[in-house]
């Protein structure tokens, strides 16, 4: 069974992203608020300037207002190139607005500040496919992978991004390691790969 790349792009990108139609939408947005909340607690840990700088990007985030946001974070980042929250929550405001080829370059610094960022990784690996580059998805799946085994996300991504690139043995390899961690999620894996 020849698996198409309509398949496993975004299936989300033709809604808006606030109104999701699936379940892979509502858990992105669920960990998007999620980290956004998360983040005001690792603004305590940064100089005042910053983090003042970054509470207010956030809030023109949640007012609607991504562009506003997105200059703000562009200061603190003149002052402090290596102000990794800057970077991630600039990559999620590229993210959400769908211009994933500008939050590749965002997600990829703040891996190399903090190559753990399972969020980031994830995130990245979904701007990689709806870039149309699979191999770079795959690496930054893989990259995920070395962190937290378990994601059974990134394990069925991976397994459909192989199927696509017609290497069946790894895909298969991916759906057994699924298949002991998410069940339903493999069944649903196994209808797609025509096992």
Request: charged share 20%; net charge positive.
């Amino acid at each position: 069974m020849e698996i198409s790349y309509n398949e496993i792009a975004l299936p989300f990108a033709k809604y808006k992203i606030w109104q999701p139609k699936d379940n892979r939408m509502k858990r992105i947005i669920f960990f998007l608020i999620l980290f956004l909340t998360l983040s005001g607690f690792a603004y305590a840990q940064l100089p005042s300037g910053y983090a003042v700088e970054m509470t207010k990007a956030e809030a023109l985030l949640k007012a609607g207002k991504p562009e506003e946001a997105l200059t703000t974070l562009r200061r603190p980042l003149a002052i402090n190139p290596q102000l990794s929250p800057a970077y991630s929550l600039m990559a999620v405001i590229y993210f959400q607005q769908k211009k994933y080829a500008e939050a590749i370059p965002h997600f990829k610094q703040v891996l190399e500040f903090k190559p753990e960022a399972h969020f980031s990784s994830w995130l990245l690996a979904l701007s990689y496919e709806a870039e149309k580059q699979p191999d770079a998805a795959i690496a930054a799946l893989e990259h995920l992978l070395k962190y937290t085994s378990d994601f059974s996300q990134a394990i069925n991504e991976l397994a459909l991004l192989y199927a696509y690139k017609g290497e069946r043995e790894r895909a298969l390899q991916q759906y057994q390691k699924l298949l002991k961690l998410n069940p339903g999620l493999a069944e649903s894996l196994k209808y797609k790969l025509g096992i």
